[in-house]
């Protein structure tokens, strides 16, 4: 009887059913195309151009992609060795961090938990100007700023250095700010996932001889918790390009002296609103997207479980 | 017997024990150094402009004053819009994405979610995944072609629309939804309801942590948005104080150095009120969180 009922709604509403998913799938699917997918391909289109905003793009085929891959001295030289520096340790290094703050925070208890949770989830949504702000006051280049006011009163310098236009230094503070608000979404994801853990895991094993914290984490923890990890993976990898605009915001120039903290978004952007070569910037946008699809690639090769 | 060997739950641990001593003494300086920059935040916009200056810098205001809000306030732009103006246009902009952002996101999720049966919900779900990889200043010349032909430019929608195309949000209301009993709709259908009823009455209730996290990080990223403010607005009164304040600080780092700090812990505030507030209903959405 029951069976019978639902055949005959399944018949009568099916259309209607489908109807209504449709409609609400389509505000979202709209933006969706319009913001992301459409400007992917507009990229994708751009970049085979020569194309500047004010004639109509003119096809060149792959010169763009040749011209960067070959002549572009900048980008070879400085631009991708910096990317690549600042993203593998901004990256990997941020999940681990991610990680292990993570663990060790799930090992407390609730009340205590939540509020260290807090601290060091806090620098993640201060947003980019408190970013800027605050990191150009503490590695400001004169004695007023706080680093060289702290080294010199121990004696440890003789006179400011000028923190953020040494090309020697500008990179490794990049990396610290990034990685000093790497502990975003991705951190409360590996939290909760560490804290879902089925608890008879962890009894089983101990029954089975584990000894100590170390193989719980080894053998249990992590591998329950892969689907997390691999979000938390894909958040940092974004996070470390997405962050990339710092250097010339911290070094107050663009491009930044000797083009320490140039990375490959502040290449985009030097090409596209300085000299307007939107072509070559949609080709440059294109290499991004490929590495960002290619490291998450490697992070899925490394979280995603063997079936 | 064998099990007087487990010695207990170590996981989130409902008591205290002498061994989780040293993870404190690990988390506590790397929280305390993790605050300390938002700290000296703080004590910059409290400071009077002699202390600003001072040699050796302090780290906590001596004398603390209200002088660099009061100045904040009394701030306008170089065309005469008052600093009040950006400030009401960001909270416009924010409360109008995150009300839209929820319903779409809601209405979208529960389609890609429950509707498995259509074959248009799961390839856009995978091109979704696939967008959580999206970096949008990677496409910040497209997108404004975009906002060009779509003929937004200048207009309140040019603030909003590219906001709520946000993948995150609808992978992590999918995930939530996908555990909400089949079962449950099934017998909803089934009394007559359609699917606007089903989310208005089962899916709406069912998914309210889900819900607050997205309405968060909508509220974040709208917050402090200058993407629009910089490539899709022209005229000044409609741009956004988070804009404003961007503007100040590079134009004119050293004048108002104490006011941008004001600014910033204005604008701090709010969210981090909100994310206290909601915390718990982030965690329990976060767990759903996994990429299979």
Not at chain 1, 38 to 61: C, M, N
Not at chain 2, 25 to 41: E, H, K, R
Not at chain 2, 104 to 128: D, E, H, M, P
Not at chain 2, 168 to 182: A, R, T, Y
């Amino acid at each position: 009887m029951k069976a019978l009922t639902k055949k005959r709604y399944r018949r009568v509403n099916r259309r209607e059913d489908y109807l209504t998913s449709m409609l609400l799938l389509l505000p979202y699917l709209l933006l969706f195309s319009l913001f992301i997918a459409i400007p992917v391909l507009i990229a994708i289109g751009l970049s085979f151009t020569y194309f500047d905003v004010i004639k109509t793009p003119e096809l060149v085929g792959v010169s763009n992609y040749i011209a960067l891959l070959t002549q572009d001295e900048i980008f070879l030289k400085y631009i991708i060795p910096n990317t690549f520096k600042y993203a593998l340790i901004v990256g990997p290094g941020g999940c681990i961090l991610s990680f292990v703050l993570a663990w060790l925070v799930t090992q407390i208890q609730a009340v205590p938990r939540t509020i260290l949770t807090l601290c060091l989830y806090m620098p993640s949504m201060v947003g980019s100007l408190m970013i800027q702000v605050v990191w150009k006051t503490i590695f400001s280049g004169d004695q007023r700023g706080l680093l060289n006011a702290f080294l010199l009163s121990r004696g440890w310098i003789d006179s400011p250095v000028s923190w953020l236009l040494s090309p020697e230094y500008l990179l490794t503070i990049m990396i610290l700010v990034a990685l000093w608000q790497a502990m975003g979404i991705g951190f409360l994801a590996m939290i909760a996932g560490i804290l879902n853990v089925n608890e008879e895991l962890y009894e089983a094993a101990y029954v089975d001889g584990m000894k100590n914290r170390f193989q719980e984490v080894v053998y249990i923890t992590i591998p329950s918790m892969k689907p997390q990890m691999m979000f938390s993976a894909v958040m940092a990898i974004v996070n470390a390009f997405n962050t990339g605009w710092i250097g010339p915001a911290l070094a107050g120039s663009n491009p930044t002296p000797d083009y320490s903290g140039n990375l490959i978004l502040n290449h985009i952007e030097d090409y596209a609103f300085s000299r307007y070569e939107m072509g070559y910037a949609a080709a440059i946008s294109v290499v991004l997207l490929l590495m960002i699809a290619f490291f998450s690639k490697v992070a899925g090769k490394l979280f995603t479980e063997k079936d | 017997m064998a099990k007087s060997k487990f010695k207990g739950k170590k996981v989130d641990p409902r008591s205290f024990s002498r061994d989780q001593i040293k993870f404190y003494c690990i988390l506590i300086p790397i929280a305390c150094l993790m605050v300390l920059p938002v700290v000296y935040m703080f004590n910059e916009a409290f400071k009077p402009l002699g202390e600003l200056y001072a040699f050796p810098p302090t780290l906590i205001a001596k004398e603390p004053t209200f002088n660099n809000f009061k100045k904040l306030f009394e701030l306008s732009g170089t065309t005469g819009v008052p600093m009040t103006r950006y400030l009401l246009n960001s909270i416009f902009i924010t409360l109008i994405t995150v009300i839209l952002n929820i319903y779409i996101t809601v209405a979208c999720a529960f389609v890609l979610s429950k509707k498995g049966q259509y074959r248009v919900t799961k390839w856009f779900f995978s091109i979704n995944q696939m967008a959580l990889m999206f970096v949008q200043v990677a496409v910040a010349v497209p997108r404004y072609i975009m906002i060009v032909r779509l003929g937004l430019i200048d207009t309140w929608a040019a603030h909003i629309f590219p906001l709520i195309a946000m993948p995150i949000g609808i992978f992590l209301m999918k995930q939530f939804i996908d555990d909400v009993p089949d079962a449950l709709l099934e017998a909803a259908y089934v009394d007559g309801a359609g699917n606007f009823t089903v989310i208005r009455r089962i899916i709406l209730p069912m998914t309210r942590p889900a819900v607050a996290t997205v309405a968060i990080l909508t509220f974040q990223s709208a917050w402090q948005a200058t993407e629009a403010s910089n490539n899709f607005i022209t005229s000044d009164v409609m741009k956004t104080i988070y804009y404003y304040l961007n503007a100040l600080q590079t134009n004119n780092a050293v004048a108002s150095r104490g006011i941008v700090a004001a600014g910033t812990i204005i604008l701090f505030i709010p969210n981090l009120i909100i994310f206290i507030c909601m915390q718990s209903r982030v965690m329990s959405t976060m767990s759903h969180s996994g990429i299979k």
